[in-house]
C-alpha cells in the first residue's frame, strides 16, 4: 500500500527563517502536489510538480520532486505570519491522490 | 469559473439518522472525487467518478456510504445510520480528463451526536 510521510508534523518557526517540508512516498509516481489549508478550510492549491526534477517558485514558497528518491521538497523563505497554516503533499496515483499526514506550520514574529 | 461548490456546509444529525451531502463540480469537469477528512489528518479518498461512472471506491466506503452521480453532473454522497465515527469533513474534487490537477471544493463538516 502506498505510503506518504511527511516531516515534521508540526513546526514552529521565527518570522525570517528558511525551513524546509520534506513529503516521502513509498511507490512510483511522476506526478505530486502540495496543498495548503487554512483552520475550517477546504485545500488550496499551491504547485504541481509533473516531473522529475521540477522544481516551482511562487512568493516565499519553492517546491521541489525528486521521483527517483521519491521526495518533494517545500521550502520556505524568510517565513512570515501569513504562511501559518497546514500544507499537504499528495501523491498521484491516479485516478486519485494519496494525502500525507500535513505538516502544521506556524510562524512567530 | 464559479469553482466546486458544496451543500450544506454543515450538517449535525443524530446518531442512525441519514444524511445526503451534493456536489456541484465545476462546468465540463468529466472527473469527480470525494474524500474524508478527520481532525488533524490528511484527506482519505472515498470513491471516484468518471462522468456518470462510478470507477473507483475505497474500502473506508462501507455498505452505508453510496454515492451517485446522475447524468454526469452533480454528486451526491449518502450515509445511512450515521454513527459518531462518520464525524468528519467531507470534501469534493473535479479534475479534467487532460488535467490531473484536482479542485476542491469547501467542504461539507458532518457532526453525528
Known amino acids: 500500500e502506498l505510503k506518504v510521510e511527511q516531516n515534521p508534523l508540526f513546526l514552529s518557526m521565527q518570522e525570517g527563517k528558511n525551513y524546509t517540508i520534506y513529503c516521502n512516498y513509498s511507490?512510483?509516481?511522476?506526478?505530486l502536489y502540495w496543498y495548503r489549508q487554512d483552520p475550517g478550510k477546504s485545500l488550496e492549491s499551491l504547485f504541481v510538480l509533473l516531473s522529475n526534477g521540477a522544481v516551482k517558485q511562487e512568493g516565499r514558497l519553492m517546491a521541489s520532486l525528486d521521483t527517483k528518491a521519491r521526495l518533494s521538497t517545500l521550502h520556505i523563505t524568510a517565513a512570515v505570519h501569513d504562511l501559518s497554516a497546514t500544507y499537504f503533499c499528495?501523491?498521484?496515483?491516479?485516478?486519485?491522490?494519496?494525502f500525507g499526514a500535513g505538516t502544521r506550520l506556524t510562524v512567530k514574529p | 469559473d464559479t469553482g466546486v461548490s458544496q451543500n450544506p456546509r454543515h450538517k449535525i444529525t443524530k446518531r442512525g439518522q441519514n444524511v445526503t451531502f451534493r456536489c456541484d463540480p465545476i462546468s465540463e469537469h468529466n472527473r469527480l472525487y470525494w474524500y474524508r477528512q478527520t481532525l488533524g489528518q490528511g484527506p482519505e479518498f472515498l470513491t471516484y467518478?468518471?462522468?456518470?461512472?462510478?470507477?473507483?471506491k475505497s474500502r473506508l466506503l462501507s455498505d452505508r456510504f453510496s454515492a451517485e452521480r446522475p447524468k454526469g453532473s452533480f454528486s451526491t454522497l449518502e450515509i445511512q445510520r450515521t454513527e459518531q465515527g462518520d464525524s468528519a469533513m467531507y470534501l469534493c474534487?473535479?479534475?479534467?480528463?487532460?488535467?490531473?490537477?484536482?479542485?476542491f471544493g469547501p467542504g461539507t463538516r458532518l457532526t453525528v451526536t
Open positions: 499528495a501523491v498521484d496515483i491516479s485516478p486519485l491522490m494519496r
Open positions: 474534487a473535479s479534475s479534467t480528463g487532460s488535467d490531473y490537477e484536482q479542485y
Open positions: 511507490t512510483t509516481s511522476d506526478r
Open positions: 467518478f468518471q462522468n456518470e461512472a462510478q470507477l473507483e
